[in-house]
């Protein structure tokens, strides 16, 4: 039975006035004079960074440092373009350990970081997206359950992110873990979370708050209830492969849980966007993966790859992501990179 939820409101709901107003200096679409400076700077940053020399092939140390710091010149510090209408993504492979979660947190924390207001919801019981981002979820807090359950609107789960200002948290506690039975005897189980999302980007508009541009669901390894409120809650599904032997296995078990999802419930369903993780270069086996993958999904596959690296993994234990925790490290700038990606060339990724 959904618990009452008033008794612990005090301690975690963020009232709607203490949100964050409206951010200067965020792109709008259709902002020409800020469109034009950005441009701009882009191009002062492509100089610089088109000004570091390009070492030779048998330096691969050399040339890894150099590619980092053509990234950092060209991306640290930027804006970029809100959304014409918010994104809804909801991270998904029921193979666990792939880099769901870390790319989820990773990828909100880069989006904010560039001036986007950004909503990371954890759906999966294990709670790790909320512990990468620092923020409470022991069990009388506020989370997805209650939303889930309907005890509450999502608007009272909401916790800002204490290292990045603009990202938000509605936390999973552990509680969730009960919410794929609770969910059964429900009468519109499959769609209380999209309903959540929906009221709570119409709240914000009526209080003259920015709605969300993206929100991210981070889900669990498996296609239970849960993922499919998910999936019906989102318009894009992000799918992070990570690059070793059997990579797409169970991938085509996820396509045929979406086109599932996309006949019954949700026509605009579709997977956006692939992110291939824990990269590691030095390899053949990686490479080959990429390229495998690559082929079956050219059109969805972003052209970064994330690294294999060690402050990618220390970060979580830090309550950080690996935005703020090492903000130069290769790790961060791929996903810098990566944010980037979905946010300029959503059009190429939408069908
Ligand atoms: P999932 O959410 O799919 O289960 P996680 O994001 O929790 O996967 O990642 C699984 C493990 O791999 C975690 O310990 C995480 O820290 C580690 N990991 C993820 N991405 C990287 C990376 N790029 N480099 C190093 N370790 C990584
Ligand atoms: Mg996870």
């Known amino acids: 039975m959904p618990r009452q939820p008033q008794a612990r409101r005090a301690a975690t709901a963020a009232p709607p006035e203490q949100l964050e107003p409206e951010r200067p200096g ?6 020409d004079t800020a469109v ?5 700077d882009l191009e002062v940053r492509r100089d610089l960074a088109s000004a570091i020399p390009e070492p030779d092939d048998d330096t691969p140390l050399a ?9 950092r010149i060209t991306l640290r510090g930027r804006r970029l373009p809100r959304p014409q ?3 809804v993504m909801c991270v998904a492979n029921q193979k666990g350990g792939v880099g769901k979660t870390t790319t989820a947190v990773n990828l909100a924390a880069a989006l904010a970081q560039s001036g986007l207001t950004v ?3 954890d759906v999966d019981p294990q709670g790790n997206a909320s512990t990468a981002l620092g923020i409470d979820h022991h069990s009388d807090v506020l989370g997805t359950y209650d939303v889930l359950t309907d005890a509450c609107p999502i608007g009272e789960t909401l916790q800002e992110c204490p290292d990045v200002p603009g990202l938000w948290c509605c936390p999973a506690t552990i509680d969730l873990a009960g ?4 969910l059964v005897g429900m009468e519109h189980r499959e769609s209380q979370l999209q309903q959540a999302v929906l009221e709570l980007q119409r709240d914000r508009e009526q209080q003259g708050l920015p709605r969300f541009d993206y929100v991210l669901i981070d889900c669990p390894p498996s296609l239970g209830l849960i993922t499919i409120n998910a999936m019906m809650a989102a318009r894009e599904v992000l799918i992070p492969i990570q690059c070793e032997y059997y990579a797409l296995e169970g991938v085509s078990q996820l396509l045929r849980s ?6 019954r419930f949700n026509p605009a369903l579709h997977v956006s966007t692939m992110v291939l993780t824990m990269y590691d270069g030095r390899t053949r086996l990686a490479a080959q993966v990429a390229d495998e993958v690559r082929r079956h999904f050219p059109q969805q596959v972003l052209e970064q790859t994330i690294p294999r690296s060690v402050r990618v993994s220390e970060a979580p234990s830090h309550g950080q992501t690996v935005m703020t925790y090492d903000a130069g490290s290769s790790g961060a700038l791929a996903y810098l990179a990566s944010a980037r990606e ?6 190429a990724r939408a069908r």
């Open 179 to 182: 919410a794929e039975i609770e």
């Open 119 to 121: 909503l990371l919801i």
């Open 85 to 87: 209408s918010p994104r």
């Open 342 to 347: 979905i946010a300029e060339r959503p059009a």
């Open 63 to 71: 040339r890894e440092l150099a590619a980092d710091a053509r990234l």
């Open 36 to 40: 034009r400076a950005d441009a701009a």
């Open 26 to 31: 965020v792109l709008a679409v259709g902002d």
């Open 258 to 263: 979406i086109e599932l999802v996309r006949e």
